[in-house]
């Protein structure tokens, strides 16, 4: 089988900036065009899992139309024999004042009607959460969006009044003042 | 007769209504006169309870005239943080989540005490909310302001408690203290406060901020004035937890001996920077007056300081934590995001804390077997503006209200006693210097602010800048 063939690789190279310049744009139309016709393709969303081309529309359909833009930071593209290939890429895309690294997987076969999608995966890489974030949710305790960056910059003076006290060789055994009386 | 009803001292009252020279009743009206009168402007409290004190009065002035015996504080007018609980009443404790609270069924054991001493409740006082703050700037309740200059904050978080004893609303009030909540609002309102010894007097009926620090103490604009209520706090109560059951040592007879044969000295290194030169050329006066040129290392101050802000924000976030997860959206947005936080503070910061909390006790034990009294400023300014923001120390801008504190939170977390005497320099506004001595020495701080006020050095007169701005 040959790997790479040169006239498949400019195939999905091509097929790989329309789809891309569709996504970023929402063309619904195009983006539904390119993936396999069929109740077998499956999409696997950031948060969504898509089974049959009628779950796939019914989704580009309903997305929000923000922030689709995204920044391409390697693309792989390999080719098996003619009708078979995989596009590989890991990108970046701002979501609100948030930068969230991602990577994306497809899957084509090429029919008589050409190239199609018949499976894709897109995932983000989870940045390890912040403290507040983690503790808050260990012990149960809400933050509103609107008191998060206050309560992160005191979280910070906690921190940084916390390091001036940890600085202190305090002995191992001391212990704290005894209060419990049984 | 000579009695001024704006500026006779607790003392003078009670000897003038016990002696029937003239009538509770008549010092009760004359208070509610002032407040209504004042509050429009300073807005110290929160609640006045007329009625109650009429009754009260009233009582007195016909066991006056039964030739009945009366209590040290006989026909005094009081008024109380509003963290105390007082029969009848929603405690506030500044907070508006507060205000639909059951009444509390009883008064405070302090409340208790005074009314017990003859002394008449008139009102309620403003505070930061649930305490944490240092300049009653309350979302809810309003700024208490400063009644030397209406611009400017009368500190807190018992900041009502100082603003109306320094404009002559009432003689003395009772505040809490847990990082400085008496000694920086008497330094700003320019009267003396008393911190007394951790567990020294009840704290049960205060709502609490953190039981770690938590006291309750007076402020009064004599030193007189400030032994009775403090004698007459003192005694054994088994519903506060950590309450001593040492007996009462009684400070007013020991005023005359003044600081004869106290050693005293100045803090020196972390109490001697991080401050406007004034407050130094505070603590330099009083020394002077007291004949001490000595300074003395407390160590590990800065540690002890960060300490107490780790517990305080631990302690305190944890006590609302049902509240924070159901209407944080109700807290005074200057108190939120600090509780939000403190009740995410790692366990390993509070327990090293706690454990360098004995280490430093202990250190401080050592500093006292050979001093007696310690001066320390007791701000690094004078009082701030209303809404200032930031302050200029050591020529570098910090952050003005979590800095307030640093020369008062090292000493409260070990439960030291503190008197707070008043120096009212020309041309500003007043500063207070901190009299820290070891615990359950309160007499001989007391009888050092004695000596201060008998010299002229220390004073409290009658805030009198308010005035143009008040009605009546």
Redesign the interface.
């Given at each position: 089988m040959e790997i790479n063939n040169a006239a498949a690789v400019a195939e999905l190279t091509a097929l790989h900036a329309t789809y891309e310049r569709a996504l970023i744009e929402n063309d619904i139309p195009t983006l539904e065009s390119m993936f396999w016709d069929s109740s077998l393709a499956i999409r696997y969303g950031a948060t969504e899992n898509l089974y049959g081309i009628e779950e796939i529309k019914a989704f580009r359909r309903n997305r929000p139309k923000v922030d689709l833009a995204r920044q391409i930071l390697r693309l792989e593209i390999t080719t098996f024999g003619q009708s078979h290939g995989v596009i590989n890429l890991d990108f970046t895309r701002k979501i609100g004042a948030e930068t969230r690294q991602g990577r994306q997987t497809q899957l084509w076969v090429k029919w008589a009607n050409g190239w199609k999608i018949v499976s894709a995966h897109v995932s983000y890489i989870f940045e390890k959460a912040s403290?507040?974030d983690a503790?808050?949710e260990k012990?149960?305790?809400?933050?509103?969006e609107e008191?998060r960056h206050?309560?992160e910059?005191?979280?910070k003076?906690?921190s940084s009044?916390?390091q001036?006290?940890?600085?202190?060789p305090?002995?191992q055994n001391?212990?704290?003042?005894p209060?419990f009386q049984p | 007769m000579n009695y001024n009803f704006e500026t006779a001292s607790a003392v003078e009252t009670a000897k003038a209504v016990k002696s029937g020279s003239v009538s509770a009743s008549s010092v009760v009206e004359s208070a509610l006169d002032r407040i209504a009168g004042a509050d429009s402007v300073l807005n110290c409290f929160t609640a006045v309870t007329r009625e109650r004190a009429l009754a009260e009065a009233k009582r007195i002035d016909n066991a006056v005239s039964r030739g009945e015996s009366l209590g040290p504080l006989a026909g005094v007018p009081f008024a109380v943080k509003n963290l105390l609980d007082i029969e009848g009443l929603p405690t506030l404790a500044g907070s508006a989540l507060r205000a639909q609270a059951a009444p509390a069924a009883a008064d405070a054991t302090s409340v208790k005490a005074l009314s017990r001493a003859g002394a008449v409740l008139v009102g309620a006082l403003n505070m930061d909310e649930f305490a944490y703050g240092f300049t009653t700037e309350n979302h809810h309740y309003g700024v208490t302001r400063n009644p030397h200059d209406v611009s400017r904050v009368a500190g807190g978080s018992s900041g009502g408690s100082a603003a109306a004893v320094a404009a002559a609303l009432v003689p003395v009030t009772l505040g809490s203290d847990t990082n400085g909540s008496i000694r920086v609002p008497s330094a700003f309102c320019g009267i003396f406060g008393l911190k007394p010894t951790y567990g020294r007097v009840s704290r049960a009926g205060a709502f609490p901020f953190v039981t770690?620090f938590d006291h309750i103490g007076p402020f009064a604009r004599s030193v007189e004035d400030l032994a009775t209520v403090f004698d007459a706090l003192q005694g054994f109560d088994p519903t506060d937890p950590?309450c001593t059951n040492r007996p009462p040592e009684f400070c007013y007879p020991e005023l005359i001996k003044g600081a004869d044969g106290l050693r005293i000295a100045m803090a020196g290194g972390y109490f001697a920077s991080q401050g406007r030169p004034e407050v130094f050329e505070a603590v330099w006066a009083v020394a002077k007056a007291l004949n001490t040129g000595r300074v003395i290392d407390i160590p590990?101050a800065?540690?002890a300081r960060?300490?107490a802000?780790?517990i305080t924000?631990s302690e305190g976030g944890n006590h609302h934590?049902a509240d924070?997860?159901s209407k944080?959206?109700l807290f005074d947005p200057l108190v939120?995001?600090?509780l939000?936080?403190?009740?995410?503070?790692?366990a390993a910061?509070v327990?090293?804390?706690?454990?360098?909390?004995?280490?430093f006790?202990s250190q401080m034990a050592d500093v006292f077997k050979d001093v007696d009294v310690i001066l320390a400023p007791a701000t690094p300014s004078g009082a701030l503006k209303i809404g200032q923001k930031t302050m200029t120390l050591d020529g570098k801008e910090v952050a003005s209200r979590?800095n307030i504190g640093i020369f008062t939170q090292p000493i409260s977390f070990v439960g030291l006693p503190v008197v707070t005497v008043p120096m009212h320099l020309p041309g500003q506004m007043p500063l207070g210097v901190q009299l820290i001595g070891a615990p359950y020495t309160e007499a001989k701080l007391l009888r050092t602010a004695r000596e201060l006020e008998m010299k002229g050095v220390a004073a409290a007169p009658i805030a009198r800048g308010f005035q143009s701005q008040s009605q009546g």
């Open positions: 403290y507040v503790a808050a012990i149960g305790l809400p933050i509103r008191d206050d309560v910059e005191e979280m003076r906690i009044i916390a001036v006290m940890l600085e202190f305090l002995e001391s212990e704290a003042a209060r | 770690s950590v590990a800065a540690t960060a300490a802000f780790v924000a934590l924070l997860r944080a959206e939120r995001s600090r939000l936080a403190g009740a995410l503070t790692p910061w327990s090293f804390a706690q454990r360098f909390r004995s280490w006790r979590p």
